[in-house]
């Protein structure tokens, strides 16, 4: 079955510090990956998406990802971390273009002052 | 996204009675969907909806049903609530001309709560 993992519940960085959330996948073919933002109250929010070439990709507010497809993995990364990235954060995966979109279970994200 | 509006925000409501959630967009999508958000579950397709004429169950559908009144309007409706459906429910829309880095948009979600 097709599927994306998202292997941590919660994930505790400092602020300043770089921070990593991690997203597996398991689809056929070439996939379209994509990561979300929800803050609390609020509505998800498209941060970044993966299509088709440079393995790495940057999104809003600092982010960015990088595709790997040997490890079939999406994380996404930011170099320095802010109180204000404190949000759940979710990956998600189409696996061919008329395919719906299949969404991971979600990383909180907690960022410490 | 404030182009992707949901009524009601909040709503209580009784085990057997019959509510509707509204979703209407401004964004001339032509895909909306409807999710479930528990904790700990990330969230769930419900239903989606690629044109007017187009209505497609998703992952978990049962006790749920929906009404696609025009492209900018999609409505969900349980037709006896139970309290295992209370949840954060979210309409989204997305546009199928943007191809393959088709991105879906929020809305701000509805709490219901069934007692």
């Known amino acids: 079955a097709q599927s994306v993992a998202q292997p941590e519940d919660q994930v505790n960085v400092a602020e300043g510090n770089p921070l990593t959330v991690k997203c597996t996948y398991s689809?056929?073919?070439?996939?379209?990956l994509f990561w979300y933002v929800q803050y609390p109250n609020r509505g998800l929010q498209f941060l970044l998406k993966?299509?088709?070439?440079?393995?790495l990709v940057k999104g809003s507010y600092g982010f960015e990802a990088e595709f790997n497809k040997s490890q079939t993995s999406f994380h996404l990364k930011k170099p320095s971390a802010l109180v204000s990235d404190s949000a759940l954060y979710f990956c998600?995966?189409?696996?061919?273009?008329?395919?719906?979109?299949?969404f991971g279970k979600g990383t909180r994200l907690h960022i410490l002052p | 996204d404030a182009d992707v509006t949901q009524t009601p925000r909040n709503r209580i409501t009784k085990t057997g009675k019959r509510i509707m959630l509204e979703c209407s967009q401004t964004?001339?999508?032509?895909?909306m969907y409807w999710y479930r958000q528990d904790p700990g579950l990330g969230l769930q397709l419900i239903y989606y909806?690629?044109?007017?004429?187009?209505?497609n169950k998703g992952e978990i559908s049962d006790g749920y049903s929906v009404s696609r009144q025009a492209q900018a309007k999609f409505s969900l409706s349980l037709e006896s609530a139970i309290p295992n459906q209370t949840a954060l429910y979210f309409c989204?829309?997305?546009?199928?001309?943007?191809?393959?880095?088709?991105?879906?948009?929020f809305g701000p979600g509805t709490r219901l709560l069934v007692l």
């Open positions: 909806s690629f044109d007017v004429k187009d209505i």
């Open positions: 993966y299509i088709t070439g440079d393995n």
């Open positions: 689809v056929s073919g070439n996939p379209y």
């Open positions: 998600a995966v189409r696996p061919n273009r008329d395919d719906k979109i299949i």
């Open positions: 964004k001339g999508h032509d895909r």
């Open positions: 989204a829309t997305s546009d199928s001309r943007t191809g393959a880095g088709e991105t879906q948009y």
